[in-house]
């Protein structure tokens, strides 16, 4: 999350000051030569790259421009050569996903090499440092399910909203079948796309479910940003206080989002879609802010959800649940997870509540940071325990 | 195809000569004050605003930055204000939607403004200039399909491809009834997600059945850019010489999307979705480029397709029909649109194949050019006529 919040603030402020200018960092000098292109790239773009430490090297011709720099939360000073390409390489980045930019005489920009992702609150540059790991997640020829872009009529905010909802390959060919059904946010300054683009959700399920290792199950996945959700009428009074939102503290029972998913997400899937429409059939997760959230909504409605997965997202504790009444009967699992890098309290808030007798599972995703390996990483462990 | 051709071939050469910064104009000076923000930008962004005249006007702050130009196809000249906030207005512009980019000290560049499109070959910024009749696409409270990501193993090229479904809201609701399908294709530079996102194909779609003026069918989007689609084996043999794809002339009867459309897309279709497999329940259509993919593609398998549209992308003379044999008796509708300011032939292309017993209409779409609002109001059109 400081990673992103970081370069939110550097999208605001985009002029750049004497002091900003002296803490940028030169190119990596010792990079391994071994650059391949970023996976993400735009068709037939060499550029950026990922060596095999992790290093990102860009490219951009601005003949025009005095100067250019890399900007992957720390800013790298790239260097012009003869035909006026800008080349710049970053430190080695943690395995996973990041969001970068390109500053051009301090103007911010994406890289014109990658396509586009949502994330840090506009749509930009993404790179993908590689992991050892990387296979769960790959598109593979295995029956694949689908990702649907679903609008909907939201009571709670008189508008269409608009959510993508993950269907296994299976779906349309049980016609009398239902599924259980997985709410599954983004986090801060992201938006819907998240789970599916750089999460990769839908291939995580198409191969958990391909090698039997989760049930068939449906995913929802819509936009929790609450500052940009307006209710209206007697939904605006449910609304918290400013400042709650995206705290993933323990300020706030309840958001925005949280009167948008039970008044309306909720009923029009359960409408919409041949799922189980019990607690037990009914799992709520989220990563970083969306963990926030789902630790709030679950215990704000203690006996809808029977699976909590918070990812990067805080912990609950056992007053928490002491003070959720019918949580404890209700929540066949809570998941709490968190990269090796942030700063894991996972294993001991899981082993706090299964003490109390609440089945809590702690995973600590080795060697990643506050990004979306961890998180992809998280979905693939939580999709096999739930619904079991 | 003119303008956006023009844009790749400016984000290729991005250095500015001295010859092309004679040719850039000044900021309108007589737009009339009553700007909104595009309906298009980022949630919170003012800017890019368009009036009621059609002008574009944008800001970016970049105080580092010596020239600042907005390139519509035409560059205009941005002024800087003494917080280093550039602003620049167009001159009016034809409705409908425009790809576009900033020029910042000669680089190309997003508008961090807009939401991102992919189309000039790049995910970039993009603008709506109203028209009178925008209703017919704005997503509305009526009953909702959805547009679902799916991807396939192709035999053609050895990988999974990626495609767009529209499904019609009834379709999950009725397991035992067959859809005819619409094979519907972008144009030059863009790919599989246009229809949906610029084309508001499903929106489109959804407010037609809604009003019973089109009988619900599937629509299945892929991405068609044949330089990007590389056949293998046996299928590499059926592929085009190079220098044939994209210009929706006579040269080519074949080209490596043909291919793949006809070895790996209907197929899949046809297997993983409850579809009518006859040709009189098989459509294809496009715009541009897509509109010449279309023509060469059903005059080339003249058996197949039982209703074909070209939107913006040439027409089928009745030499061409002689020269297919069976497509006479196959086609029930040949459709050619065009812009009305683009040169459009198609009233007397249609009547010539009217006249030899071919069922064909031809439709100008008043006011509009060769960009997504004449290819909304064109698949308008010819979804009303299909399948009937």
Same mark, same amino acid.
């Given at each position: 999350?400081?990673?992103?919040?970081?370069?939110?603030?550097?999208?605001?402020?985009?002029?750049?000051?004497? =002091?900003?200018? &002296? !803490?940028?960092?030169?190119?990596?000098?010792?990079?391994?030569?071994?650059?391949?292109?970023?996976?993400?790239?735009?068709?037939? *773009?060499?550029?950026?790259?990922?060596?095999?430490?992790?290093?990102?090297?860009?490219?951009?011709?601005?003949?025009?421009?005095?100067?250019?720099?890399?900007?992957?939360?720390?800013?790298?000073?790239?260097?012009?050569?003869?035909?006026?390409?800008?080349?710049?390489?970053?430190?080695? =980045?943690? @395995?996973?996903?990041?969001?970068?930019?390109?500053?051009?005489?301090?103007?911010?920009?994406?890289?014109?090499?990658?396509?586009?992702?949502?994330?840090?609150?506009?749509?930009?540059?993404?790179?993908?440092?590689?992991?050892?790991?990387?296979?769960?997640?790959?598109?593979? !020829?295995?029956?694949?399910?689908?990702?649907?872009?679903?609008?909907?009529?939201?009571?709670?905010?008189?508008?269409?909203?608009?959510?993508?909802?993950?269907?296994?390959?299976?779906?349309?060919?049980?016609? &009398?079948?239902?599924?259980?059904? $997985?709410?599954?946010?983004?986090? &801060?300054?992201?938006?819907?796309?998240?789970?599916?683009?750089?999460?990769?959700?839908?291939?995580?399920?198409?191969?958990?479910?391909?090698?039997?290792?989760?049930?068939?199950?449906?995913?929802?996945?819509?936009?929790?940003?609450?500052?940009?959700?307006?209710?209206?009428?007697?939904?605006? =009074?449910?609304?918290?206080?400013?400042?709650?939102?995206?705290?993933?503290?323990?300020?706030?029972? !309840?958001?925005?989002?949280?009167?948008?998913?039970?008044?309306?997400?909720?009923?029009?899937?359960?409408?919409?879609?041949?799922?189980?429409?019990?607690?037990?059939?009914?799992?709520?997760?989220?990563?970083?802010?969306?963990?926030?959230?789902? *630790?709030?909504?679950?215990?704000?409605?203690?006996?809808?959800?029977?699976?909590?997965?918070?990812?990067?997202?805080?912990?609950?504790?056992?007053?928490? @649940?002491?003070?959720?009444?019918?949580?404890? &009967?209700?929540?066949?699992?809570?998941?709490?997870?968190?990269?090796?890098?942030? !700063?894991?309290?996972?294993?001991?808030?899981?082993?706090?509540?299964? =003490?109390?007798?609440?089945?809590? @599972?702690?995973?600590?995703?080795?060697?990643?940071?506050?990004?979306?390996?961890?998180?992809?990483?998280?979905?693939?462990?939580?999709?096999? $325990?739930?619904?079991?």
């Amino acid at each position: 999350m400081k990673k992103i919040i970081l370069s939110v603030m550097m999208l605001a402020a985009l002029s750049v000051s004497a =002091q900003q200018r &002296n !803490n940028n960092v030169p190119s990596f000098a010792d990079a391994v030569e071994d650059f391949k292109p970023n996976v993400t790239n735009q068709p037939g *773009r060499q550029y950026p790259m990922v060596n095999s430490q992790g290093a990102v090297r860009v490219q951009l011709r601005a003949p025009g421009a005095t100067s250019v720099q890399l900007d992957l939360g720390r800013r790298y000073e790239m260097t012009k050569d003869e035909n006026g390409v800008w080349t710049g390489t970053s430190a080695p =980045q943690d @395995v996973g996903f990041h969001y970068y930019q390109l500053i051009v005489d301090g103007t911010a920009m994406p890289d014109p090499g990658t396509v586009s992702f949502f994330g840090a609150g506009r749509w930009g540059s993404g790179i993908e440092i590689p992991s050892d790991d990387m296979d769960f997640w790959q598109v593979k !020829n295995v029956p694949q399910g689908s990702v649907e872009e679903k609008y909907y009529w939201s009571k709670a905010t008189e508008s269409m909203r608009h959510c993508y909802v993950y269907l296994p390959n299976e779906y349309d060919k049980n016609p &009398n079948k239902k599924y259980p059904v $997985l709410y599954l946010q983004h986090g &801060n300054a992201e938006n819907e796309y998240g789970w599916s683009v750089q999460g990769h959700a839908g291939q995580i399920m198409d191969n958990l479910i391909a090698q039997k290792k989760a049930v068939p199950f449906i995913i929802v996945m819509d936009y929790g940003q609450g500052q940009n959700i307006h209710l209206v009428g007697q939904y605006a =009074q449910q609304q918290p206080q400013q400042g709650q939102q995206g705290q993933g503290g323990r300020g706030g029972s !309840n958001d925005a989002f949280s009167v948008v998913l039970m008044t309306d997400i909720i009923p029009f899937i359960e409408k919409e879609y041949r799922v189980y429409t019990d607690a037990q059939h009914r799992a709520m997760a989220g990563l970083s802010m969306g963990g926030g959230q789902t *630790r709030r909504i679950t215990l704000a409605n203690p006996t809808k959800f029977g699976y909590v997965g918070m990812f990067s997202g805080g912990t609950i504790s056992p007053e928490d @649940v002491n003070g959720a009444n019918g949580f404890k &009967n209700t929540a066949k699992l809570v998941f709490m997870s968190s990269g090796s890098k942030e !700063n894991p309290r996972v294993m001991e808030a899981a082993e706090a509540l299964n =003490q109390m007798g609440v089945k809590a @599972v702690g995973y600590i995703s080795e060697g990643t940071a506050h990004e979306w390996h961890t998180w992809r990483r998280s979905l693939y462990q939580f999709a096999q $325990l739930i619904f079991k």
